[in-house]
């Protein structure tokens, strides 16, 4: 079966950094892909993992265990404009992502 | 802003009628996906297309359907709606049917009364 899970709801405050948890079980892996989704608007592309280890990328930083099928967003200096939902997505192959239910995220002054 | 444009926005159908989304992919991309997002849940994968071909899909009935053009871009039909497709439908482009970060569209807001 498919299986991702991320915990519904976190809150942080502005200035802190938060770490977004994600494990997986699926039948295929070629890669992780998080994506954030602000209210009523498209999904973003952040970030992509398909080995081991650490991707930084500005203030977010992805990172992967494929043994522990295991990855984590790390947000830093957050900002109002970070409260948004994330998304955890597996690409299967062929590109067909398979996605959890998200993580919304509230940033508090 | 992704360069992936779908119309329309927002549509409102009663049970049992059809609907046809549909979706321009950026420039330069030459594969499309669907996508079903209920509310509070993540997108599910409804299928993909690559080169006019349909390249894979989700758990949905026969009764999503879908078509690509020669320009790339894509619809996607839906038949004998039920109340449970009320859903936002997203499409996402991207260059090749490999793992390449796909670029959604902001989606089309399907009710079904």
């Known amino acids: 079966g498919q299986n991702i899970d991320q915990p519904t709801e976190m809150t942080a405050t502005e200035g802190a950094i938060v770490q977004i948890n994600c494990t997986y079980q699926?039948?295929?892996?070629?890669?992780l892909f998080w994506y954030q989704q602000h209210a009523g608007e498209a999904p973003t592309f952040l970030s992509y993992?398909?080995?081991?280890g650490l991707e930084e990328k500005g203030r977010f930083s992805s990172f992967l265990s494929r043994s522990k099928g295991y990855s984590y967003l790390l947000l830093k200096e957050l900002q109002m404009k970070d409260s948004a939902s994330y998304l955890c997505?597996?690409?299967?192959?062929?590109?067909?992502?398979?996605f959890g239910a998200g993580t919304r995220l509230a940033v508090h002054p | 802003e992704t360069g992936v444009t779908q119309s329309p926005t927002h549509l409102i159908k009663t049970r049992g009628q059809q609907v046809t989304l549909r979706c321009s992919s950026q420039?330069?991309?030459?594969?499309v996906s669907w996508y079903q997002q209920a509310l509070g849940q993540g997108p599910q994968f409804i299928f993909q297309?690559?080169?006019?071909?349909e390249n894979g899909r989700g758990n949905f009935p026969p009764r999503f359907s879908g078509l690509q053009f020669p320009n790339y871009s894509s619809e996607l039909n839906v038949n004998a709606l039920e109340l449970d497709d009320s859903a936002l439908y997203l499409c996402?482009?991207?260059w090749g049917p490999g793992d390449q970060p796909q670029h959604f569209g902001d989606g089309t807001r399907l009710s079904i009364l």
């Open positions: 297309y690559y080169r006019e071909e």
């Open positions: 993992n398909v080995l081991d």
């Open positions: 420039s330069g991309h030459n594969t």
């Open positions: 996402a482009s991207s």
């Open positions: 997505a597996v690409s299967g192959g062929y590109n067909k992502l398979i």
């Open positions: 699926t039948s295929g892996f070629n890669g």
